[in-house]
């Protein structure tokens, strides 16, 4: 079936630069996706969120971009800093147009080096 | 505002026990989730509710039962709980399917 992915499972960043998660998904059928980070001992907590009628959307030092052609989502987060450290997640709306909840990828681990 | 909230956080059962797991929300949203997640699969979908009364299957709904009697409350039930059920369970809520959801703090649950 399809399933939202992730390109790498840890990323290591050093502290004041940009990080950049990348994530491929296959269902065409999503319009609504989300980037979530999750602290150790944590629920997911959201970052941001962007429809398929949007290519790109910022927030607070947060960027994501959304490649409708190639199927793929980035998030971008600038001047990295050591509160940023925590798995990162995409996921997506499913099937069936959100209402059986959100798909998720397998995680992006981000480590901010000093 | 106390937002979602999950009991216990912590669980130790045996083979075959009833475990109830508590979901509570104070923001009136009429969608629940249950996620349970493990290494290697990340989050996936146990049971989902549209409003209270409703409820409906997600990904992985075998050996769990839910209810949506108020529209605050979402407990999850494993009737006979299995090893393969020792997870990390998630409860989350949205104020529409296609909104985003946000999630209470976790149960951790291990079967012996």
């Known amino acids: 079936g399809e399933s939202v992915g992730l390109h790498l499972p840890t990323l290591s960043v050093q502290e004041g630069d940009n990080s950049i998660i990348n994530c491929a998904y296959s269902?065409?059928?999503?319009?609504?996706f989300i980037w979530y980070k999750q602290e150790s001992g944590k629920g997911p907590q959201f970052i941001i969120d962007?429809?398929?009628?949007?290519d790109k959307r910022q927030g607070q030092r947060v960027t994501v971009l959304l490649n409708k052609t190639v199927k793929h989502l980035s998030l971008q987060i600038a001047a990295t800093q050591p509160g940023d450290s925590a798995v990162y997640f995409c996921a997506e709306n499913g099937l069936k147009g959100g209402a059986d909840g959100l798909t998720f990828g397998k995680g992006t681990h981000l480590i901010i080096q000093p | 505002d106390a937002g979602i909230t999950q009991s216990p956080r912590y669980k130790i059962t045996e083979t075959g026990r009833q475990v109830t797991l508590m979901c509570h929300q104070t923001w009136s949203h009429s969608y629940m989730f249950w996620y349970r997640q493990d290494l290697g699969h990340g989050l996936r979908l146990i049971y989902y509710s549209a409003a209270a009364d409703i409820t409906d299957k997600g990904e992985v709904p075998d050996g769990y039962v839910v209810s949506r009697s108020k529209t605050e409350n979402f407990p999850l039930t494993l009737e006979s709980a299995t090893r393969s059920q020792t997870s990390v369970y998630f409860c989350?809520?949205?104020?529409?399917?296609?909104?985003?959801?946000?999630f209470g703090p976790g149960t951790r649950l291990t079967v012996l």
């Open positions: 269902n065409s059928a999503s319009d609504y």
């Open positions: 989350a809520s949205s104020s529409g399917g296609n909104n985003e959801q946000f």
């Open positions: 962007i429809r398929s009628n949007m």
